[in-house]
């Protein structure tokens, strides 16, 4: 095979090394596969970083012009990570009419739609399978392999520290400061680790999938945002007994009042698909028509992430051997509301701490339906203290808005001494 397609890599980091070693590891049917050799041309690093990758045998540089301005380099990947310099250089690549692969979620869940603009300005593509879930397939399969359906609802488990800790916490029953430093020790997590526990990486992620599911431009700031650091070993033993897992759910869904979008915990019950997903590792479950459902399960982070850069490498060569570039552009072409969170609907527990005397019960429920809320179940738990008791509560589906006056209203009930929690229940 006399045809090769050159590439620059931006970052080689953990991903980025992984890039190189499934390049050359799998050259032969990459080769095989994409009807052309793929050979990397230049590797953008640190100025700290030439060195090392010389002593490597691979090609190395400090400065961005090298790859901009090599008509040889047909494909960028962006690995570097951050938004304003990625962005910047994405960007710059495609107006010197290169194509783009990126892992970079950060970009895509802000930018998405400029760069989709200028990728179809300038007559390239864009692809950026690896920005969610890692090694899951799963922003192709949307964009072509289920493009005969409709797309109603996506749930992902999509952030592999909090989903490691909740898992923790389920089977040791360690509470939240224990696991976290535990998953900062294996390197699950990071010393700062607000964008995984706060939801916000997952966050990105949903605005992403949102946006391809459902057609219309969904954007970070449009999604409602928990995350799990309220959780505790009793609402996780509570979640137990009464038949469910909690679990930091991205939830995307097509509703008549427009995209309901959030992240937050969940009580999510045990027959779920989603429910036995455990540890690091990403799920992500689909319903549509005709499909009804569908799960994408796999590891969504680190090394594996290198698959799906690959993958998009691939698919872009593909169409450069055959004429058929630019094939991939947005698909936003709705511009449907987003659901206000007040307006989106949901069960709910509530774990109170109670006076233990006669009536406290009828006193919430009268207090709570005031407000057009209605209890499913009541648990009565041990004793905290003297005269005072645990209460656990799952309200019938209610929408957000009720849920909050009825957390005003409990807040203000003289028999009521505590609010512990409020979670949805899925």
């Known amino acids: 095979m006399d045809n090769v397609i050159k590439i620059g890599l931006l970052g080689a980091g953990t991903i980025g090394g992984s890039v190189i070693e499934v390049l050359k590891n799998n050259s032969d049917i ?38 901009l301005n090599d008509p040889e380099i047909k494909i960028v990947i962006e690995l570097i990570g951050g938004i304003k310099v990625a962005k910047d250089f994405i960007i710059k690549a495609m107006e010197h009419g290169k194509h783009v692969v990126t892992a970079n979620k950060d970009v895509v869940a802000q930018f998405g739609h400029e760069l989709f603009e200028v990728a179809d300005k300038n007559k390239v593509d864009f692809l950026f399978e690896a920005s969610v879930g890692g090694a899951i397939p799963i922003i192709m399969p949307l964009k072509r392999s289920l493009t005969a ?14 989903n490691y800790m909740l898992t923790k916490m389920s089977e040791l029953g360690a509470d939240y400061d224990t696991v976290l430093k535990e998953a900062q020790a294996k390197g699950y997590a990071e010393a700062n680790p607000a964008a995984d526990v706060e939801g916000k990486d997952a966050a990105r992620k949903i605005a992403i999938l949102a946006s391809i599911a459902f057609n219309s431009r969904v954007t970070f700031d449009d999604v409602s945002v928990e995350g799990i650091t309220k959780i505790t070993p009793e609402d996780i033993s509570y979640a137990a007994e009464l038949g469910y897992v909690v679990k930091l759910l991205a939830v995307g869904r097509d509703t008549d009042s427009g995209i309901d979008v959030r992240v937050n915990p969940v009580f999510l019950n045990k027959n779920h698909p989603l429910a036995s997903v455990n540890g690091v590792i990403n799920a992500i479950f689909l319903r549509g028509y005709p499909i009804d459902e569908a799960m994408f399960y796999g590891p969504g982070a680190g090394k ?21 570039e630019s094939r991939f552009g947005c698909t936003c072409y709705h511009k449907h509301p987003i659901c206000p969170v007040e307006e989106t609907v949901s069960s709910y527990y509530i774990r109170l701490l109670v006076d233990d005397k006669p009536g406290v019960l009828g006193k ?46 409990l807040q203000n009930l003289s028999v009521v001494d505590k609010i512990y929690n409020i979670i949805r229940v899925e």
């Open 30 to 67: 990459i080769a095989e596969r994409a009807n052309t050799r793929i050979e990397i041309k230049n590797i953008l690093v640190l100025p700290r970083e030439i060195q090392k990758l010389h002593d490597a045998g691979l090609p190395a540089t400090d400065n961005y012009d090298d790859i």
């Open 149 to 162: 359906n409709k797309i109603t609802e996506i749930l992902g488990i999509v952030n592999g520290t909090t």
């Open 304 to 324: 594996p992430t290198a698959s799906a850069v690959v993958s998009d490498v691939i698919e872009i060569a593909r169409g450069l051997t055959r004429g058929a």
């Open 364 to 409: 919430i429920a009268t207090t709570i339906g005031e407000v057009n809320v209605s209890l499913k179940s009541v648990v009565q738990t041990k004793a905290e203290h003297e005269h005072q008791v645990e209460l656990v509560v799952i309200t019938h589906e209610v929408k957000h808005k009720n849920i909050l006056e009825a957390q005003n209203a």
